[in-house]
């Protein structure tokens, strides 16, 4: 049997292959950092999510050990802080 034989292509699908989602219409939850507005975090979704963050000034130091996490400043300065190193943020 050729490798072109054993492959098999994906079946069709007529799910959606995208999510949309309106960040100032989900309540905010209460995270280390502040209030979080997080989107796609549904069961089905295990590829990504999307989160609006209002970072507090008492914001606790934390890590994800499964969790790479991006963040874009929006507003305001602040400093990034990890255990080994920090830096300035703004927009």
């Known amino acids: 049997m050729s490798v ?3 492959v098999t292509a994906p079946a069709p ?3 959606p292959r995208f999510a949309v ?3 100032d ?3 905010p939850t209460p995270c ?5 507005r997080r989107a ?6 295990t590829l990504a999510s ?3 963050t209002d970072i ?6 934390h890590y994800h050990k499964k969790m790479t996490e991006i963040y874009i400043v929006l507003e305001g300065e602040g400093t990034w802080r990890s255990t080994a190193r920090s830096s300035p943020s703004s927009p």
């Open 4 to 6: 072109a034989e054993s």
């Open 13 to 15: 699908t007529t799910e």
């Open 21 to 23: 989602a309106q960040l």
């Open 25 to 27: 219409e989900i309540p």
């Open 32 to 36: 280390p950092c502040g209030q979080a």
């Open 40 to 45: 796609f975090k549904e069961p089905w979704n």
């Open 50 to 52: 999307v989160h609006l």
């Open 56 to 61: 507090h000034v008492d914001s606790k130091l």
